[in-house]
Every structure is written in C-alpha cells, then in structure tokens.
C-alpha cells in the first residue's frame, strides 16, 4: 500500500463513476480498477460492490476513506515542511482569469510577477467563473481571478474590488472615452443587446439589474468576447452593459451611460482551493496580485 494508492481510493470515493474518478486523477479506468483491485487484496476486504454503473463504497471502504484522510493529511504537513519552499518550487503554476480582466488590468502585474518569480512556470487559462471554480476544486487550477458570488465552499476567497458596469449604445460620431450620461429606465424597453451568455456569472448580474429597474432585455446576440460585443455596438447592431475598465482608452463609436439611481458593480475576487497544507507560492503569487491590483 502506499500514498498514491489511498489518493487513487479516495479519488474514487469522491466521484459518482470510476471514470468521473479517472478522469480527475489522469488515468485509465483499467488503471484505476488495477489500483483498486490491488488494495482490496493487500487489506483481505471488499471495497466496492457494483449497483449498475455505480460503484457503492463498502462498510470496510468507509473505515478506510477515514484512515487514508488523516494519513494524506499527515503527509501533506511532511511536504509542506520539506518541500513548500519558494525557492525551489518549479512545479508549474495554473493561473485562471477572464479575458476582460486578463486584457485590461493584468498585464502590468502579469509583467511584474514574471520577474518576481523567474523559476516558476506559469500558465495562464482564459474562462468563465463557473469553469474557474470547477478547475479550482478540480485542482487543475491553483489560483483563479473570478466574478462574485460563487459558492465558498472549500474555497479560500481575497476579495479585492468592485468594477462598474456601464450600458453602451451605438454613437454616429466618434465619443471620448471620459463622458458617462444618464438614462432613464423606460429608455431601454424594446432596445436590441447584445449581451454575455448566460451561462457567465456576469450575465447574471446583468439579468438581475435588469429585474430591479423593471426593464426585460430585447436580447438580439451573445457573444463571451468583450472586444467583439464592442466592434458590434459600434457597428450599429445594439446596445451593450460591458465593464467600465473594457470602456477606457481611445475615443468610441459608441455612448456610456448609467441608470439614474441605479450603479450596477461586479465583485471581482481571488480564489484558491481550501487545504490544509496550502502551497506557498500560491499564497505568495495571490498577495501579490492582491497588492498589484488594489494596493496595501
């Protein structure tokens, strides 16, 4: 028996189907079953019975899944200790964000962190919240740049700042990017958007604003790609609610607007997976953004 054994176990504890639990742990469901099977001789005891497709952990897999949990922790405090030095962590690091943020705000930071930490390999994955916070639990991420809210749950959450979302409409002439007017709600009844889909937690911000000021969306196009949504409100295709700091810049083919007595905001926020043993570039990397991103 050894400790990949029990994570293999464990994997598959957690998972509604040998092939969820493969999946998750990159390998073969032969592979796993193998591993399985192993185990359950070497301990003299039946750890699964078969109910169709699923698997039904056993009275004895119970008492081990208890067991193994407090031997991987152990272990994890033993790596910690010898191995979780910022020195020599080159294990590579999975950064995740959305690309609005990742094209407007995060690349001075991105820059600086590189040079901060030369021997880390970083990669950076572009998605929505909802595949960032499925990538966090999932480990394939190690920290992630999200939209709130989401469901805490075995997540560690640093909230850093809010972003105004503002509505955009097609301009005849060109606009500067520093005027904001005001509109009334009526003024938006009937009005063609395009808007994210709705699958993006900013969607569901933008839907429940809509909600609150009694206005349903005549929505014509979705699209996830800020800089698209834009080019076609300039094109005259429809309005648009996009983030203030995707607004900014050279002048526009387009108007800003806010909703008199009415601020619509995004939360954005670090997330990382809750452990017991946290990674110490993780928890390095994130104050540093924090700090880039908001300041002390």
Request: charge should be positive; aromatic fraction near 6%.
């Amino acid at each position: 028996m050894d400790i990949h054994q029990l994570e293999l176990f464990l994997a598959v504890m957690d998972s509604p189907s040998m092939t969820r639990a493969a999946e998750k742990i990159h390998l073969s469901p032969g592979a796993v079953s193998l591993q399985l099977h192993n185990l359950a001789e070497e301990l003299h005891t039946e750890l699964f019975v078969r109910r169709g497709k699923r698997l039904v952990p056993t009275p004895a897999a119970l008492r081990l899944a208890e067991h193994a949990k407090e031997v991987i922790k152990r272990m994890g405090h033993i790596r910690q200790e010898f191995e979780n030095d910022l020195s020599k962590d080159v294990r590579p690091f999975h950064l995740a964000t959305g690309v609005t943020t990742l094209i407007y705000q995060l690349g001075g930071p991105l820059r600086q962190l590189r040079k901060r930490y030369p021997n880390a390999e970083i990669s950076v994955t572009v998605g929505v919240t909802e595949e960032m916070v499925a990538g966090l639990h999932d480990r394939r991420f190690d920290l992630a740049l999200i939209s709130l809210p989401v469901a805490e749950e075995n997540l560690n959450i640093i909230p850093l700042f809010e972003e105004e979302l503002l509505i955009v409409r097609p301009s005849a002439n060109k606009v500067g990017s520093g005027h904001v007017g005001t509109l009334r709600a009526s003024d938006l009844n009937n009005a063609p958007f395009l808007l994210y889909p709705k699958r993006s937690n900013i969607r569901l911000i933008i839907d429940r604003f809509f909600r609150d000021i009694g206005v349903t969306p005549h929505v014509v196009m979705e699209a996830d790609d800020t800089e698209a949504i834009k080019r076609l409100v300039e094109s005259g295709f429809g309005h648009s609610v996009l983030p203030e700091h995707a607004l900014r810049g050279r002048s526009h083919f387009f108007q800003k607007f806010r909703v008199g007595g009415h601020r619509l905001t995004r939360s954005l926020a670090l997330a990382m997976a809750r452990t017991d043993c946290p990674r110490k570039l993780t928890e390095s990397i994130a104050s540093f953004l924090r700090t880039a991103l908001v300041g002390d």
